[in-house]
């Protein structure tokens, strides 16, 4: 007799040996929707927030490499193993308080001697070769010679006839540097490395 109940019970379905019914196709939309929703969250959450992170541009102070309205992506990781370097372009919080984000490039780093005769950067006494500066309007200011301290860049817009900077509020602490600027994803006329 157990013998016979046994047989009988292999024979059965599953869902009819427990109770339950098999699961319907509803349940895998369920489980996919579920997925993107944690999905966007650590993305968003988590992604968004320490790793990568999209900015828009405000001002003309980085023309002509950036115009305003440009959208480009920041990495906020990168600072986590190494130091800015010169040529870097960084967004950065505002020295002079408040919540501004800045985008610069970082022309010095620390130890080193910056000056400005009439709109020619000089780095420790030698005039640099800056080709990415706006050309159309030259900058005819004077600056320095100050050294840039330990834990800080000295920071300039590429265009530097118009562009509010370390030369007006002083170097930027490493602490306020959110990320290096690394592609620009609208316009899609302008999409491309920087």
């Known amino acids: 007799m157990a013998e016979k109940r ?3 019970n ?5 869902e009819d040996r427990y ?3 098999s699961p319907k196709k509803s349940g895998g939309v369920l489980e996919f929707l579920v997925i993107l929703l944690v999905s966007f969250a650590l993305v968003f959450g988590f992604v968004r927030p320490f790793v ?3 900015f828009r541009i405000p001002s003309e102070s980085m023309v002509p490499t950036l115009e305003i309205g440009d959208r480009l992506f920041v990495n906020k990781f990168i600072y986590r193993f190494t130091d800015p370097e010169r040529g870097d372009v960084v967004v950065f919080k505002s020295v ?3 919540e501004e984000d800045l985008i610069k490039r970082v022309v010095a780093v620390p130890g080193d001697t910056v000056e400005v005769r009439d709109g020619v950067l000089y780095v420790n006494g030698e005039p640099q070769v800056d080709p990415y500066v706006n050309r159309e309007f030259l900058d005819r200011s004077y600056y320095g010679p100050k050294t840039v301290p330990e834990g800080h860049v000295f920071a300039m817009g590429d265009n530097r006839a118009n562009s ?3 030369r007006f509020f002083g170097p930027v602490p490493y602490e306020n540097i959110e ?6 994803f609208w316009p899609l006329d302008r999409i491309g490395p920087l």
């Open 179 to 184: 990320g290096e600027a690394f592609l620009i």
């Open 52 to 54: 990568v992170e999209a």
């Open 164 to 166: 509010r900077d370390s």
């Open 6 to 8: 046994f047989k009988q």
């Open 10 to 14: 292999l024979e059965t379905a599953p």
């Open 19 to 21: 109770g339950r019914r």
């Open 96 to 98: 002079e308080g408040g």
